[in-house]
């Protein structure tokens, strides 16, 4: 037993090798950085790779990593509990904003508000309902998540009836494509009156590792306060997206 643990700590510091290298490495390398034999590396090597954690370039006989730990970090992305990560960022932006913050998510061809936190002392507030399902053209939370899907989903989306809310409420497919590319450029949406009358959202889409959009966070409070501020609300908004977004290991703009 003690020889297959030392085997498993070995073949998982030789791949935490290459967390600090942008190259591929040969066994003389790995052998000098990790304290081996080359025998004991080249065994380790023949042993990742069959399993596709460790791959070979055939015309310098080098390594690097596989695609097998590609599917592993994704599958980690996905199971990833987006809620209790994002909490403490949540808290923090509700406690600097004094309004009402949420975290949108898609779920196929739906968005829900999975998280609210409000730190308000205002008399006057906003709230939503928590896992309330809607569409994904709806809201500046939801359409913050939408502008960043391929155009055939997009297309498909708008292909049915657009539900309307207010009198303000985008009707056409084609105005919401146009709002999705101006959203998709900015990189964030402000939308007032849309969902609600009297009241201004502004949302920011966080991105995974592999640049797909899932979900966003939002401000959302009355029209009247939000607009003297919304520079800053707007600065602050992405600002947590993207800090959220690095975290997450996206390593876009």
């Known amino acids: 037993m003690e020889n297959h643990l030392s085997s498993v700590k070995n073949s ?23 304290g081996l034999s080359k025998g004991a590396v080249h065994k380790l090597l023949m042993t990742l790779e069959s399993e596709g954690f460790i791959k070979q370039n055939p015309a310098n006989k080098q390594y690097s990593l596989g695609y097998t730990l590609l599917e592993l970090g994704n599958k980690v992305l996905r199971n990833h509990n987006l809620t209790d990560f994002s909490k ?12 009402l913050v ?14 609210k936190i409000e730190d308000s002392q205002h008399p006057i507030r906003f709230n939503v ?16 998540i939408l502008a960043f899907q391929d155009h055939t989903f997009i297309e498909d989306i708008l292909l049915g009836e657009i ?3 207010t009198p303000y409420s985008l009707k056409e497919p084609e ?12 990189g964030f949406e402000v939308s007032s009156n849309r969902r609600n009358v009297g ?4 949302a920011a889409p966080i991105f995974e590792a592999s640049g797909a959009v899932n979900a966003s966070i939002s401000i959302i409070g009355p029209t009247d306060r939000v607009l003297p501020v919304l520079d800053t609300l707007i600065q602050q908004a992405v600002a947590t997206t993207k800090e959220i977004s690095a975290q997450l290991g996206y390593r876009g703009k």
């Open 12 to 34: 998982s510091r030789l791949l935490k090798t290459f967390l600090d290298s942008h190259k591929e490495m040969g066994v003389s390398e790995l052998s000098r950085q990790l």
């Open 88 to 99: 403490p960022f949540l808290q923090k932006l509700a406690k600097t904003t004094e309004e």
């Open 102 to 115: 949420c975290l949108c998510v898609r779920d196929e061809r739906d968005a829900i508000y999975v998280d």
């Open 129 to 144: 309902e928590a896992y309330r399902r809607f569409p994904l053209y709806a809201t500046s939370a939801s359409r913050a």
């Open 163 to 165: 539900r309307t809310y």
């Open 175 to 186: 105005e919401i494509k146009e709002l999705l590319k101006s959203i998709q450029q900015r």
């Open 199 to 202: 009241v201004t959202g502004i």
